[in-house]
């Protein structure tokens, strides 16, 4: 199937967006969505997490202790490439299930760190960046998450820089703080329609970048 990686930093609104093509029929696979089922009571990973980090990194309720994984993984480059390693398979090997199983117009792939990882470019016919000022980024996280800023800062450090994201996005759905739901609304829908006359280009699924 023709496919889009669709990546944007904390705050950027790629959620939404992905929501929309949902809605419009795109087949969406969700990183972090695997990545919560994964970490969730019962979930594949919380026994391998509990043998790498010890019980302290599982909550009373059986899930994966967010709170107090976010602290050291984002203090510390070395517990965030533990954690990387346990995670990651377990992210990879979901994916390839739920896309040899998706049907839809064509796959979405969202993937917060599409740009760090550095191993999409090859398995995706176009990135697309939904773009995003880091002040607004900053304000939404702290809106809905109760985050204090400095804890943001480092996640957004951690995360690709605004430049290395948009160096690689064949499409960019800018996200930032002017604009309203409407005309990001707009934007999303042209790029959905512009990508499904591409897989309906497409052949063998597959199509050239640019």
Not at 26 to 34: L, N, R
Not at 80 to 94: M, N
Request: hydrophobic share 40%; net charge neutral.
């Amino acid at each position: 199937m023709f496919s889009i990686g669709l990546t944007g930093g904390i705050g950027s609104g790629k959620s939404k967006v992905a929501e929309w093509l949902a809605e419009w029929g795109a087949s969406v696979i969700d990183t972090d969505q695997i990545a919560h089922a994964l970490t969730a009571p019962g979930g594949a990973a919380i026994e391998p997490l509990r043998a790498m980090f010890g019980a302290a990194s599982i909550g009373p309720d059986g899930a994966l202790d967010r709170g107090w994984m976010r602290e050291r993984a984002f203090a510390d480059p070395a517990v965030r490439r533990q954690l990387e390693s346990v995670l990651h398979p377990l992210i990879d090997l979901a994916v390839r299930r739920q896309a040899e199983r998706a049907q839809g117009g064509y796959l979405v792939f969202v993937v917060p760190l599409l740009v760090e990882s550095g191993r999409w470019r090859d398995r995706v016919d176009r990135i697309c960046v939904v773009d995003c000022d880091p002040a607004t980024q900053m304000d939404r996280v702290q809106a809905r998450s109760g985050l204090t800023r400095a804890t943001i800062e480092r996640i957004m450090s951690a995360q690709a820089s605004r430049a290395d994201r948009l160096a690689v996005a064949d499409d960019v759905i800018v996200n930032d703080g002017s604009t309203d739901l409407d005309t990001l609304y707009r934007r999303v829908l042209q790029l959905h329609q512009d990508w499904n006359a591409c897989a309906s280009r497409s052949v063998n699924g597959r199509t050239t970048h640019g």
